[in-house]
């Protein structure tokens, strides 16, 4: 399969070039030319993630190098589990749980496979491969964690010190071997033009190649459309109805892959996003006009994304905002939502939710009713609540277990350097 970039003007590429490269040389996103089509039926009985994921890679690959080895792949990054629990008897609302992985939140899954087909990609290259992140909290930790080890491959992560919370810093800083953890004294947008400096710099090019693994790389869309996959088969197999998901949503990459999954023939009904205050899509849909603007922090940091790229990707299948309106619905949540529905669904059946996948559970709740009974509602839970332990534990009184992956983080030693927000720190320490 070939791949093009969203604003046309780049020649198309295969699976593995468009992994490598990121973003398209004229600044696009890269998305399929075709859409493969998949029948019910021809998807396998067995339920298993890899399983599942190997026909979508084997499509995505075809014509391209890493198609022989889509088995290895997926059993490399498909390696925790993503299970759809339920929340009443009458199965009408499940939860979708993608925090099973290494560091407790959804983005594992992209970092985890893009780590599997890049390890693949670059094997036998000479060059050292030096994947910089920068990161205002969850991105970097799943990244550092997906590479961690791999060989070949080096990682830099760059966080603005100070700025992001103490359980996220520990999960920046506990890697060591091929990862360094850079503490920059500035902002996450100083660290965001800290990186783009460092692809203009002729010097950090010398000792290695150089690559990023941001949210709008291909490689992460099509690990999160196969749990779409997944849960919408065990879903309709079920009950014979398709599911409905409510994602909670910022940059836009989970939900593009819950669309594409639909795209592909998977029986998926409904998808609601819920936005937190950052209302940029919300907005859109409702007024007809895209207003990109700075983002809002809130509690549900994550999704603080006032402009999100991966809009690029649904436009492009759904030019204006009448058509994607037809396609998908988004509601913007408040912290004081965000709070309220935390404290309250503790307190009603002892759920506890991290601020995002709060956002869906409160989407849920202002559907009326008789929309509720008639669907089979997913709500898509991004991150473990213990991930957010600062935020959740005062609202619910009482502290929050921390799972074995996580606890496994907390348990090994930090390290971390602090550089001043200049690409002459940058080059510094990575000449080291
Ligand atoms: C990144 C993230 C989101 C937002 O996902 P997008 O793909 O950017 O829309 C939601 N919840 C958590 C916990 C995240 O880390």
């Known amino acids: 399969m070939r791949f093009a970039s969203t604003r046309g003007a780049s020649p198309d590429v295969g699976f593995s070039a468009a992994l490598v490269q990121g973003l398209a040389p004229d600044g696009g996103l890269y998305v399929p030319q075709q859409w493969p089509q998949f029948a019910l039926d021809a998807w396998p009985a067995a339920a298993a993630l890899p399983a599942l994921a190997e026909p979508l890679l084997q499509r995505f690959a075809e014509g391209d190098a890493l198609v022989a080895q889509a088995a290895d792949i997926v059993g490399d990054a498909f390696n925790f589990p993503a299970p759809l629990v339920p929340l009443d008897e009458t199965g009408h609302l499940s939860v979708l749980e993608l925090f099973h992985g290494p560091t407790a939140a959804f983005k594992d899954f992209g970092a985890r496979f893009l780590a599997a087909c890049m390890t693949r ?13 920068a990161t205002s909290g969850d991105t970097g930790g799943a990244v550092a964690a997906a590479f961690h080890r791999r060989p070949g491959i080096e990682v830099v992560v760059l966080f603005p010190k100070g700025l992001v919370s103490p359980t996220q810093e520990r999960q920046l800083t506990c890697w060591g ?8 004294r500035g902002t996450f947008d100083d660290c965001q033009r800290l990186v783009k400096q460092a692809f203009l710099d002729p010097e950090l090019q010398i000792t290695a190649e150089l690559s990023s693994a941001n949210s709008i790389n291909l490689g992460r869309l099509l690990p999160q459309a196969a749990y779409y996959v997944a849960t919408s088969l065990a879903v309709w197999r079920k009950h014979g109805q398709k599911a409905s998901f409510i994602i909670p949503s910022g940059n836009l990459g989970n939900s593009v892959a819950c669309l594409w999954a639909r795209q592909m023939g998977l029986p998926i009904g409904d998808i609601v996003l819920a936005h937190n205050a950052n209302r940029t899509l919300p907005d859109y849909l409702q007024s007809g006009l895209l207003q990109p603007r700075p983002s809002i922090a809130t509690l549900a940091s994550a999704m603080d994304v006032g402009n999100p790229s991966n809009l690029e990707r649904m436009s492009h299948l759904y030019p204006d905002a009448t058509q994607l309106g037809q396609q998908l619905e988004a509601v913007s949540i408040s912290d004081a939502q965000i709070s309220a529905r935390i404290i309250s669904d503790f307190a009603a059946r002892g759920q ?20 509720r009974a008639n669907g089979r509602w997913v709500l898509v839970a991004t991150a473990h609540p213990a991930k957010f332990r600062e935020i959740v534990e005062p609202l619910i009184g009482q502290a929050v277990t921390i799972p074995e992956n996580l606890q496994r983080l907390f348990e090994l030693p930090t390290q971390c350097t602090e550089i001043a927000a200049t690409l002459d720190a940058l080059r510094e320490v990575i000449a080291r």
């Open 121 to 133: 990609i670059r094997s036998g290259n000479p060059k050292v491969l030096r994947i910089l992140v």
């Open 177 to 184: 071997d091929n990862v360094t953890s850079l503490a920059v």
């Open 352 to 371: 506890i939710w991290c601020p995002h996948t709060a956002t869906a559970a409160e989407a849920y709740e202002q559907m009326p009713a008789g929309r």
